[in-house]
């Protein structure tokens, strides 16, 4: 079973507007993180967001928010006021048993963000 | 803050030949290394974790006779693919994993290896 579900393959979004993008995971690890990875066409992996399973709020980072619906195990990035610069490969991930940091993540899909002016 | 440095960044090689990808921590000591493949289009597999002073885990499919990794030293990781052929053609890209509680708890990632076998 995929961990980690992306559905949406790619995403149009107009410049200066908020876009969504879509995760759902699956874990029975009580004690996990959430990321999300912005992927230029460089393919250096940037780092953007996290969110730990215990955490109460939302993750906010800058123009980045994470909406994180621990029952129905989702974690959707919002990226507002989106630039041209957005334009990339994200990708979600998660880490299981955080505790001890040494599991490696397990990454979805994909979905490729393009911003249009 | 942490890095992880890993070359080349990109490389062209015969088929048949060999090719060392290195990943070295800078500025901390990485004890387990992640080594992931990316394929055109496709999201990021894991190979195999490389743990200093032992044996690396390979993932299921992951030949280890072709793939070799070795974890010599705390701030050093290698990946050398071994009779590189075609399909090896991939995205390589290196990550060692941050601590919890560590700035931004997030992993370290090497900037990536474009390999093409000719």
């Known amino acids: 079973a995929q961990k980690i579900t992306q559905t949406q393959p790619g995403m149009f979004v107009q410049e200066k507007e908020a876009v969504t993008l879509d995760c759902t995971y699956d874990t029975s690890d009580p004690s996990y993180g959430l990321f999300w990875y912005k992927q230029p066409s460089s393919g250096e992996m940037i780092f953007l967001i996290y969110q730990g399973s215990y955490d109460q709020q939302n993750a906010t980072e800058g123009r980045y928010s994470l909406n994180f619906q621990k029952a129905r195990k989702s974690a959707n990035l919002v990226i507002s006021a989106s630039q041209l610069g957005d334009s990339a490969m994200y990708f979600c991930a998660m880490r299981e048993d955080m505790d001890t940091g040494r599991r490696a993540l397990t990454f979805g899909s994909g979905t490729r963000l393009q911003v249009q002016p | ?75 050093l990781s290698t990946l050398t693919v071994t009779s590189a052929h075609p399909e090896d053609s991939s995205f390589y890209i290196c990550s060692a994993p941050a601590r919890w509680g560590q700035t931004g708890t997030e992993a370290f990632f090497g900037q990536g290896t474009r390999l093409t076998v000719v």
């Open chain 2, 1 to 75: 803050g942490a890095v992880v440095s890993q070359h080349p960044s990109r490389v062209i090689c015969k088929s048949g030949t060999s090719v060392k990808i290195e990943c070295r921590s800078l500025d901390f000591q990485a004890t387990t290394m992640f080594w992931y493949r990316q394929f055109p289009k496709q999201s990021l597999m894991l190979m195999a974790t490389s743990n200093e002073g032992s044996k690396a885990t390979y993932e299921q499919g992951v030949e280890k006779d072709k793939f070799l990794i070795n974890h010599a030293s705390l701030t």
